[in-house]
Structures are given as C-alpha cells and as structure tokens.
C-alpha cells in the first residue's frame, strides 16, 4: 500500500529557510515522478514542483529560483529545499505521487500535508 | 498567462446530477491535456476521483465520469449523494513539465 508522509512544516519568518520531507512506502521514489503541491488558507491548490524519475526537475514560476526539489533513494524521501520565504508561500504542503506509468500525468497518491507558516 | 477556469460554485439536490466544467483562458481543452479531478473536503487531502479525462481511479463510484464538453472538460456526478459535498478540482498538464490547477469548484448537495 502506498503511503507518504510529509514532515518539516512550522513557523518561519520571511527571507528564512525550511526543509519539507515526504517519506514514501510501498512503492520507489525513483522510479516514479514525485511533487509538491501547495494550499494557501482558505485558498485552491497551487502545483509547485515535480521530479521524475529520471531525474528532470521543473518548478513553478512562483517557486522558481528560491525552492528545490530532491530526493534520497536510500531513505526512499523526497524533499523540497525552501529558501527566501515569502508570506505568500504560507500553505499546507502535500506530497503527491505521480501516475505509473508516468505519461498519464496525474497525482495518484497524497499525503496529509504539512502546513508553513511564514510570518514575523 | 494561462488560466483553467472552472465554477466557483454549484448545488445539486440528493438523486440529481451535475456537470463541472474545466476550461482554458484562451483555448480548448483537449485530451493532450491529461485531464484530471480532484475531491477534497474539509481538513483532508485531495482524492484522486479522474483521470486521463474520464477514467475513474481506484475505488470510486460509477455516478463519477468524466467527458470533453465542447471546448471544455467535464465532471459529472449522477445521484449525487451527501457525501459528494466538497471542493473539486481540475487539473491539466500543460507539458514541458508543468501542471495547471484550476481555482476549485465547491458543490454544495442540498
């Protein structure tokens, strides 16, 4: 069964760094495409980050520059690297699964979210 | 910039259907989209309900489909029940590695 589960959220003052985990079970972080999708307060879902199996990283143009996605095999985790926070980066971070195989393009697992909040 | 557009809001009685659409700023939508929707209610995560336009995923209920509505996608949910009240998503994938979400649609069965 697949699990993922997400860690790293909290409070952060802007300009300031965080480090979201998503630990993943029942399946291989690098055989398929992992992401990172976002939810302001009260507010829709933002798509914020993927990395493929092969190792091909896009970003959202909101993120791009100031956040990195990675992963680690052996801990079988995606990360997402937060630099230069803004307020506006304030929102519950899912992890979400892609599709096997990967050119159906969709999100077929999620985790539970950690929530960011950036603020002075 | 490119907006998918969908319905702020919509209600639909208990046994009624509804349709929810997902569209383009400028554009139709197409199957080389790889059109997909998400459930989400209150405090959970989203739930994969569609996709690659009108397959179902895993364990959801056949009154879930999913067609090209003129230059529009569509989801469509026949005898809707009280536990279909949340916000819906549309999303579609715009290529060179860039998903698009919609801003949400939340049905309200009363």
């Known amino acids: 069964e697949v699990h993922l589960v997400e860690s790293g959220g909290g409070l952060i003052q802007p300009g300031g760094s965080l480090r979201l985990s998503c630990a993943a079970s029942?399946?291989?972080?690098?055989?398929?495409?992992m992401n990172w999708v976002r939810q302001a307060p009260g507010k829709g879902l933002e798509w914020v980050s993927v990395?493929?199996?092969?190792?091909?990283?896009y970003y959202a143009d909101s993120v791009r520059g100031r956040f990195t996605i990675s992963r680690d095999s052996s801990k079988n985790t995606v990360y997402l690297q937060m630099n230069s926070l803004r307020l506006e980066d304030t929102a519950v971070y899912y992890c979400?699964?892609?599709?096997?195989?990967?050119?159906?393009?969709?999100?077929?697992?999620w985790g539970q979210g950690t929530l960011v909040t950036v603020s002075s | 910039q490119t907006v998918v557009t969908q319905e702020p809001s919509l209600s639909v009685s208990p046994g009624g259907t509804v349709t929810l659409t997902c569209g383009l700023s400028?554009?139709?939508?197409?199957?080389?989209?790889?059109p997909s929707w998400y459930q989400q209610t209150p405090g959970q995560a989203p739930r994969t309900i569609i996709y690659?336009?009108?397959t179902r995923s895993s364990g959801v209920p056949d009154r879930f489909s999913g067609s090209i509505h003129g230059n529009k996608v569509a989801l469509i949910i026949t005898g809707a029940q009280a536990e279909d009240d949340a916000d819906y998503y549309c999303?579609?994938?715009?290529?060179?590695?860039?998903?698009?979400f919609g801003g949400g649609t939340k049905l309200t069965v009363l």
């Open positions: 999303v579609l994938y715009m290529g060179s590695g860039i998903w698009l």
């Open positions: 029942g399946f291989t972080v690098n055989t398929n495409f």
């Open positions: 990395l493929f199996g092969g190792g091909t990283i």
């Open positions: 979400a699964k892609g599709s096997m195989p990967a050119n159906l393009y969709y999100f077929d697992s």
């Open positions: 690659s336009t009108n």
């Open positions: 400028s554009g139709s939508v197409s199957t080389n989209y790889y």
